[in-house]
Structure formats: structure tokens, C-alpha cells
């Protein structure tokens, strides 16, 4: 993997797959990371798995390294109807096995407002090979910082920590959301403070700047509105979209350790799929 600066990898991508809120299609979003010289991108569905054959193969294909993870519903007690978010990665065949018994079990026993939600407790004992991204302002520690509720975002960090000890990161983007800057400036005292990494994501849920309408379209349609409701919810912005290496450090250029992060993220994921074999139970 190149060391060459700019560098940085996309570690929060949405596809169609995610059926809500993106229209990022797969051979396209590993045509333009090949083109724009990216040497690795993720797939981070929403609380699914479901794309990740089809990405995998189209990744090993184009010479782009696939990286497998889940944008995943985390149960908030105090925000019942309203989980958290935490981004989940694999790094081996280990990370890979608790992920898809965590993504399994949150669509049986997790179903909480049309969301399919991981309980805390269901962790232990399952986040070996796992890397965690703090789910920047909608995770739990984000809430807490936008809420100015410093002490509840250093011990909701601590337990995250410690169910994922060197492997979990403070994620934050630039994305023109409300509260967002807010949030980082939050977050960057708050990883100063306790020695916990940054990650830069962008959040991404199209290809290109003037595919945003198009993105809206299909949130309308998920949601039940129109495009030109005044009350519809506007959580997307038009800055969602595959941005270069380039443009993420010029974004970033105050916190270099964010994009180095991305790549150093990269590389500690290795998840080799064997494809293409039949795996049948012993009766």
C-alpha cells in the first residue's frame, strides 16, 4: 500500500445495498476509487452484509484492497427509540465470524423502530478481530460532547476502550452538518485528553457532488415524503460524496493524523473470503 502523501482511504462508505439512504452502486464505486489511485475502501452498510460478495469480487478485481464492516445500530438506554451509531470492521476471519453473529442476532432479538439494533451486553466476548469508528456525532460519545457532558463522553469511551482495547477510534468528519464542527472540536480535546486515535471518514452515500438530489430523492421516497415537503427531515449534505485523497487532505490539513489513520486502518484489515466453495454441515 502506497505511503505516498495524500493518503487516505474511505473507511464509511453506503451503497444501494444499505436500500435507504445511498445510490452509491458497487462497480462504480471501485472504478472511481481505482481511478482517483486509492489503494483500499470499505463497504459499511447499514446494520447488513449484504453486498459484500458482489464488492469484494469487484475490488479484488480493479486491484483495490476491500475492506468489510458494518455501520452498525447501537441501543442508547437513555434514547430508546433513538440507538447510537458505531462503525464495525473486520480485520480477519475472527473479526468477520462475531460481526455477521452480531448483525444476525440484532434482526432477530434487536428489531426497535424499523431498526435492527445491537445490544451493548451481546459484546462481550464478541469483538475479538473487530475495529471500532465511534460513529462520530450520532455515537454515543458524540451526543455526550455535543450535549457538553464531558465526564459521560470519557467513560462512554472508556467502555468502548475496553471492549475494544487498541482497536477503537474517535471518528470525525467535515461534512457541512449541523453540530458537526462542534462535535470535532470536541473530539480532538477529547483524544488529546486520553491518548485515543482520530479517523477522518466522509460519510459517503454518492459518487459525485451533483448526484445529491438524486440521494435526496431516494431518502424522500424511504421516508414517506416529497422533495419540496418544508418539514421533511434534511440529515444529508451535497460534501457526502467519494471525495479524492487531495481534497480530504486539504479538508484535514489541521488534523493529518485523521487521514493517516484511515490507511493505517487499512492495512490492519486482511479478511480473505474463500469463494466459490461449497460449505455443507455434517449430518
Given amino acids: ?33 481505482a481511478r482517483a ?12 452484509l449484504f453486498a459484500m460478495v458482489k464488492f469484494y469480487r469487484n475490488a479484488l478485481r480493479s486491484g483495490v484492497k476491500p475492506l468489510i464492516g458494518v455501520d452498525a445500530w447501537i441501543a442508547d438506554p437513555e434514547q430508546p427509540a433513538k440507538p447510537s451509531r458505531l462503525l464495525l470492521m473486520c480485520q ?8 455477521t453473529r452480531l448483525v444476525t442476532r440484532s434482526y432477530i432479538e434487536g428489531q426497535r423502530s424499523g ?4 445490544d451493548k451486553a451481546w459484546l462481550e466476548g ?11 456525532r450520532d455515537g454515543d460519545i458524540g451526543r455526550s460532547l455535543l450535549a457538553r457532558r464531558k465526564a459521560e463522553a470519557r467513560t462512554r469511551l472508556e467502555f468502548w476502550q475496553a471492549h475494544f482495547p487498541g482497536c477503537f477510534y ?8 449541523e453540530g458537526e464542527e462542534t462535535y ?6 477529547l483524544a488529546a485528553r486520553t491518548a485515543t486515535p482520530l479517523v477522518a471518514t466522509n460519510d459517503v452515500r454518492f459518487l459525485a457532488a ?21 418539514g421533511r427531515p434534511r440529515n444529508y449534505s451535497q460534501q457526502q460524496y467519494l471525495k479524492s485523497p487531495q481534497e480530504m487532505a486539504e479538508l484535514f490539513a489541521d488534523i493529518p493524523e485523521a487521514l493517516e489513520n484511515s490507511v493505517q486502518i487499512a492495512r490492519r484489515c486482511s479478511l480473505v473470503l474463500e469463494l466459490g466453495e461449497s460449505v455443507l454441515p455434517e449430518f
Avoid at 474517535?170 to 452538518?177: D, N
Avoid at 470535532?184 to 480535546?189: G, K
Fill in 210 to 230: 451533483d448526484e445529491f438530489e438524486a440521494h435526496e430523492a431516494r431518502v424522500c421516497i424511504q421516508q414517506g415524503h416529497t422533495l419540496t415537503d418544508p
Fill in 92 to 99: 480477519n476471519e475472527t473479526g468477520y465470524r462475531n460481526l
Fill in 184 to 189: 470535532l472540536h470536541a473530539a480532538v480535546d
Fill in 37 to 48: 489511485g486509492m489503494p483500499a475502501v470499505a463497504l459499511t452498510d447499514q446494520s447488513n
Fill in 115 to 118: 431498526k435492527s439494533v445491537i
Fill in 126 to 136: 464478541a469483538t475479538g478481530g473487530l475495529i471500532a469508528l465511534s460513529g462520530g
Fill in 1 to 33: 500500500m502506497s505511503t505516498d502523501r495524500p493518503g487516505f482511504v474511505h473507511l464509511s462508505v453506503h451503497t444501494e445495498y444499505s436500500l435507504v439512504d445511498s445510490t452509491v452502486r458497487i462497480p462504480a464505486l471501485i472504478k472511481n476509487v
Fill in 170 to 177: 474517535l471518528e470525525v468528519s467535515r461534512t457541512g452538518r
